[in-house]
């Protein structure tokens, strides 16, 4: 009977979907011996299950000379428009230059060292004074590549994503605290291309390059933003790039705030900003002097930020916290625009579809929530996890077959993965489900109608912005076209890579799961790596 149940519990190496087969090819871990978890403090269960993070993050070559650091966006109009106005430009005209130095690389001729041929699918044992990486090996580490980056405890792990071998290439060990969110920008003009909150507060930015080159264990040529939790001491939950932003970021933090910086401002002036009169309210706050790092406050709500996203353009943001709310801003106009409520607890997760169309949310109501930007409403409820959900990520979407005389539909593929230790894949096609469009009654009460385009949103919080959770029966159902249970343990991350997927469990265990060939799934003709959830993260 044991044997039987052992075997129906059992982590099968691949799963079934519409386009084909995906196996698991290899898998990631940590040696557990090295891991410090408190300095002093108390890490509960439920930290490590939602910070536990993982990024995907691609190397190019390495440019001849960093070009000089901009003082404006390099995207939209909109965008740089913003920037002005953050930097206290007057009709969005003013320049400032930044200072700082820009991280460089140790010169190096050696090559890449080429992945082992042989996969390591069983846990190998270590000892717990092994070294996680070899000096020489680092040291190759200083032209394209990809690589795989997640933290447990107090360190940040590397690993070659295009390498069998099982155990991290890096290992940076924080003394004081523990890393809990990390953003790579691929797109860098210099080699500064990594940030990483800490649970004290702090945040770096550092070059990944840089740091697989150094043999030590240390952050090396890190520039540092709130040392010491010197502006807000409160946990640092999430880390973001701005899109096209050249250098901008933000980082969310336990409080509620979210703080506006650039990575090559000195981040050891003081930048104190005023108190803020009404924590009940939404509010931007601009740091006074043109010097200050961050530029500016925007205060969102009066409880944790679990996870920022946004939009592919930069022109949105999408926040999610344990007030169970989804906030999205026009983020050039500093403005809050529209939003929804979960069902239950908090929300932990938020993703863009490519488009950015549509918003994904998960959270502690076991729900995977579609909100669509045109209409300002959840279109779609996902059904299948039957605990929290960690992290939700969207696929490329693609453009599906149409019949005589009948127009293009598209799909959209979404995952997700929760602490049911499920991972479950979504295709969403709008034009194949009805969507039920909110109108006003005559007394005022929101009801729904399929018969009418015309919508409002519910005069609920923050002047009628934010809407409540609609009735489950007046919303489609959306069930996952895969539903595989892919680790022993409760889930943290997911990211769609182009050749695989990738799942990360609490425990810091990664898998990766080769894709069907391309030939048979539109999903697979996607060229772009898609970035982690957080997973909250």
């Known amino acids: 009977m044991a044997a039987s149940n052992a075997q129906s519990t059992a982590v099968k190496s691949y799963f079934k979907a519409p386009e084909g087969r995906y196996k698991l090819s290899y898998e990631k871990t940590h040696p557990a011996g090295l891991l410090h978890y408190s300095h002093g403090k ?98 190759s580490y200083d032209g394209e590549g990809t690589y795989i980056i997640f933290n447990v405890g107090d360190t940040l792990f590397i690993s070659d994503y295009n390498s069998r071998d099982k155990d991290p290439i890096k290992a940076i060990h924080f003394s004081s605290s523990n890393p809990i969110c990390h953003a790579f920008d691929s797109d860098a003009k210099d080699d500064h291309d990594l940030l990483i909150g800490l649970n004290s507060g702090d945040v770096y930015s550092v070059s990944l390059r840089q740091q697989l080159q150094d043999p030590g264990k240390k952050l090396v040529g890190a520039h540092h933003y709130n040392k010491d939790g010197s502006l807000n001491s409160s946990r640092c939950t999430a880390v973001a790039w701005v899109p096209g932003g050249d250098g901008f970021f933000l980082a969310a933090h336990a409080d509620g705030n979210l703080y506006f910086y650039h990575k090559n401002k000195d981040g050891t002036i003081d930048a104190s900003l005023p108190i803020i009169k009404d924590q ?34 930069g022109q949105f943001l999408a926040t999610v916290g344990r007030d169970g709310h989804l906030r999205i801003f026009d983020f050039a106009k500093e403005q809050l625009i529209c939003g929804g409520k979960s069902y239950y607890g908090a929300l932990l997760c938020c993703a863009w579809s490519p488009d950015g169309k549509y918003v994904l949310a998960g959270g502690e109501d076991d729900l995977v929530q579609v909100w669509s930007m045109e209409d300002r409403a959840v279109v779609a409820w996902g059904e299948g996890h039957n605990s929290w959900v960690s992290a939700v990520v969207f696929e490329s979407c693609w453009t599906l077959p149409c019949s005589d005389g009948a127009e293009e539909s598209t799909m959209y593929r979404f995952g997700s993965v929760g602490q049911d230790t499920q991972l479950l894949l979504w295709d969403l096609v709008m034009d194949e489900i009805v969507v039920p469009v909110r109108r006003c009654a005559p007394g005022g009460s929101p009801t729904y109608s ?27 159902k959306l069930s996952p076209v895969v539903a595989h249970r ?52």
């Open 450 to 476: 399929t018969s009418s385009q015309s919508s409002c949103v519910d005069n609920v919080t923050s002047a009628g912005l934010l809407q409540s959770a609609p009735s489950r029966r007046d919303v489609p």
């Open 280 to 313: 009940t309210q939404f509010s931007v706050t601009h740091a006074k002097s043109s010097k200050s790092n961050p530029i500016a406050r925007w205060h969102v709500c009066q409880c944790p930020i679990n996870s920022i996203s946004f939009s592919a353009d």
């Open 42 to 139: 108390v890490v509960t269960q439920d930290l490590m299950l939602y910070y536990i993070q993982v990024t995907l993050s691609q190397l190019k070559d390495k440019p001849v000379a960093p070009p000089p650091a901009s003082s404006s966006f390099s995207s939209t109009s909109s965008v740089r428009n913003a920037a002005a106005r953050l930097l206290g430009g007057v009709n969005g005209t003013r320049m400032l230059g930044f200072g700082g130095s820009n991280g460089t690389s140790k010169p190096s001729t050696a090559n890449k060292v080429p992945a082992s041929p042989a996969a390591a699918a069983a846990v190998t044992a270590h000892s717990p004074t092994a070294a996680s990486h070899s000096p020489s090996v680092v040291s």
């Open 486 to 537: 892919v680790h022993a343990e409760p889930l943290s991350g997911v990211i769609f890579a182009k050749d695989s997927i990738i799942t990360c469990s609490h425990e810091g265990h990664l898998k990766i799961w080769t894709r069907p060939c391309r030939t048979n799934s539109p999903a697979g003709n996607s060229d772009v790596p898609l970035e982690s959830l957080n997973n909250n993260e």
